[in-house]
């Protein structure tokens, strides 16, 4: 064959002796060789050159045109020529081919690739290369067991948590029932000097899951640390005052407008069932309307102002919608201010709102408010928020759609940690 024919099927380390047809399987069998035309003994090093047999191994290697491709490989053998060497007879070997595996290097990373890169089912990556699905899962584990080396360092992560897998309940023997509720906790660099990335990730959703990760950590590197984002979890917010007493915990703003949502959304719902004596329907203003409630004030419209305004005044005799919103309102307008001076005076604005409202659901969120208070101010001063580590969230239960669900949590994290690589690589 000539040099082209080599460089065509770019084999690393190998050159094309033979491509016939195969009448067989109606495709291409192809014969390769290794380029090295000595080879040393693995046990004495000493060098051989003149071979006295081979062998034609099957080789799985990556798709090449339409055709089926079957790759043979002229292995040769050689004799060792030392006399004292132990080992009489030994085969070539080659990086591309290691010793007792049947696929290519590139094959591979192709298939770690493909499954990683779009986070495609290891079975969907098996059918397109006609292999098994323990061998690309198995190209899956080696890849991760690269990643996730020590976190490099930085001044800012941020802490959250995403179900791993769907409630379910289990039966023993003695016929009890147990809740299983499978939670994973990931640690994102926060730093916006950086690249940002996913820096660790541990099953559970507990302070003891943050504590663990925490203390494999190196002494420098917890040093370093000098804010955690989280949101408001008291578990979370423990173990970070055991192990990084000197950081300074900081509460995502988001979890906190959530919370003001979802006190006007209660209370509508409440103040609906006390007038009409059932749920809200569409034609009651308070259920057409409902997500002009959640919006932010100063974003609506002349047309969305005069709807909320008409909700107000026909669909909410007892006020108290409009009390819920006019508190939410407080917070949000309290959740943008960024001096001392300036949040003082709108804290204060926002208690008032609240005393004058007297709701349950209003005071309860003012409850809230005064006991994350100091995380909550670490927010406002520094507006560090946890919108990357939320981010990275998304892509984890879009991986976990993707593959329609993970029963083995190891295997799920291991595609979570391939994905984010594969795509950080990019």
Same mark, same amino acid.
């Given at each position: 064959?000539?040099?082209?024919?080599?460089?065509?099927?770019?084999?690393?380390?190998?050159?094309?002796?033979?491509?016939?047809?195969?009448?067989?399987?109606?495709?291409?069998?192809?014969?390769?060789?290794?380029?090295?035309?000595?080879?040393?003994?693995?046990?004495?090093?000493?060098?051989?050159?003149?071979?006295?047999?081979?062998?034609?191994?099957?080789?799985?290697?990556?798709?090449?045109?339409?055709?089926?491709?079957?790759?043979?490989?002229?292995?040769?053998?050689?004799?060792?020529?030392?006399?004292?060497?132990?080992?009489?007879?030994?085969?070539?070997?080659?990086?591309?081919?290691?010793?007792?595996?049947?696929?290519?290097?590139?094959?591979?990373?192709?298939?770690?690739?493909?499954?990683?890169?779009?986070?495609?089912?290891?079975?969907?990556?098996?059918?397109?290369?006609?292999?098994?699905?323990?061998?690309?899962?198995?190209?899956?584990?080696?890849?991760?067991?690269?990643?996730?080396?020590?976190?490099?360092?930085?001044?800012?992560?941020?802490?959250?948590?995403?179900?791993?897998?769907?409630?379910?309940?289990?039966?023993?023997?003695?016929?009890?029932?147990?809740?299983?509720?499978?939670?994973?906790?990931?640690?994102?660099?926060?730093?916006?000097?950086?690249?940002?990335?996913?820096?660790?990730?541990?099953?559970?959703?507990?302070?003891?899951?943050?504590?663990?990760?925490?203390?494999?950590?190196?002494?420098?590197?917890?040093?370093?640390?000098?804010?955690?984002?989280?949101?408001?979890?008291?578990?979370?917010?423990?173990?970070?005052?055991?192990?990084?007493?000197?950081?300074?915990?900081?509460?995502? @703003?988001?979890?906190?407008?959530?919370?003001?949502?979802?006190?006007?959304?209660?209370?509508?719902?409440?103040?609906?069932?006390?007038?009409?004596?059932?749920?809200?329907?569409?034609?009651?203003?308070?259920?057409?309307?409902?997500?002009?409630?959640?919006?932010?004030?100063?974003?609506?419209?002349?047309?969305?102002?005069?709807?909320?305004?008409?909700?107000?005044?026909?669909?909410?005799?007892?006020?108290?919608?409009?009390?819920?919103?006019?508190?939410?309102?407080?917070?949000? @307008?309290?959740?943008?201010?960024?001096?001392?001076?300036?949040?003082?005076?709108?804290?204060?604005?926002?208690?008032?709102?609240?005393?004058?409202?007297?709701?349950?659901?209003?005071?309860?969120?003012?409850?809230?408010?005064?006991?994350?208070?100091?995380?909550?101010?670490?927010?406002?001063?520094?507006?560090?928020?946890?919108?990357?580590?939320?981010?990275?969230?998304?892509?984890?239960?879009?991986?976990?759609?993707?593959?329609?669900?993970?029963?083995?949590?190891?295997?799920?994290?291991?595609?979570?940690?391939?994905?984010?690589?594969?795509?950080?690589?990019?």
């Amino acid at each position: 064959m000539t040099d082209a024919t080599s460089l065509l099927f770019d084999l690393p380390g190998f050159r094309v002796i033979e491509c016939v047809e195969d009448p067989i399987s109606g495709g291409r069998r192809i014969t390769v060789m290794a380029v090295a035309d000595v080879h040393a003994c693995p046990e004495c090093a000493v060098v051989a050159d003149d071979p006295y047999d081979h062998r034609d191994r099957v080789v799985k290697d990556l798709p090449f045109g339409q055709r089926p491709l079957i790759l043979l490989w002229h292995q040769r053998r050689f004799t060792c020529g030392q006399d004292r060497c132990q080992r009489r007879i030994f085969t070539e070997t080659s990086s591309q081919i290691p010793v007792r595996h049947r696929l290519t290097k590139r094959l591979r990373c192709k298939l770690e690739a493909s499954a990683s890169g779009s986070a495609r089912a290891v079975s969907d990556v098996a059918r397109e290369y006609r292999v098994s699905w323990a061998t690309v899962h198995k190209s899956l584990v080696l890849k991760a067991a690269t990643l996730f080396p020590q976190p490099a360092p930085t001044t800012m992560i941020g802490i959250d948590e995403t179900r791993a897998r769907s409630v379910r309940w289990r039966c023993d023997d003695e016929k009890n029932w147990t809740r299983t509720d499978p939670w994973m906790t990931s640690f994102v660099d926060l730093d916006l000097s950086h690249a940002g990335g996913l820096i660790g990730l541990v099953p559970g959703r507990s302070g003891a899951s943050v504590r663990t990760w925490l203390g494999t950590q190196t002494p420098a590197w917890r040093a370093g640390i000098k804010i955690v984002a989280i949101d408001p979890s008291a578990p979370f917010a423990s173990a970070i005052r055991d192990v990084l007493k000197h950081a300074t915990i900081v509460v995502d @703003h988001w979890h906190v407008d959530r919370l003001a949502n979802l006190m006007v959304t209660r209370v509508r719902q409440r103040a609906a069932r006390d007038q009409h004596g059932r749920r809200g329907r569409k034609s009651d203003l308070t259920w057409a309307h409902r997500q002009l409630l959640l919006r932010a004030g100063n974003d609506l419209s002349e047309r969305a102002r005069a709807r909320l305004d008409e909700l107000f005044a026909t669909d909410d005799p007892s006020g108290q919608i409009k009390a819920a919103w006019t508190v939410k309102e407080a917070l949000r @307008h309290l959740l943008q201010a960024t001096d001392r001076h300036t949040i003082s005076n709108r804290l204060h604005a926002f208690h008032e709102t609240v005393i004058a409202g007297d709701m349950d659901e209003s005071t309860r969120l003012a409850t809230t408010l005064d006991r994350w208070w100091p995380e909550l101010l670490a927010f406002l001063e520094t507006r560090v928020t946890n919108a990357r580590t939320e981010g990275y969230n998304r892509v984890i239960k879009q991986i976990k759609r993707t593959g329609r669900g993970y029963r083995n949590q190891t295997n799920y994290q291991r595609r979570i940690v391939l994905h984010i690589a594969a795509k950080q690589a990019v």
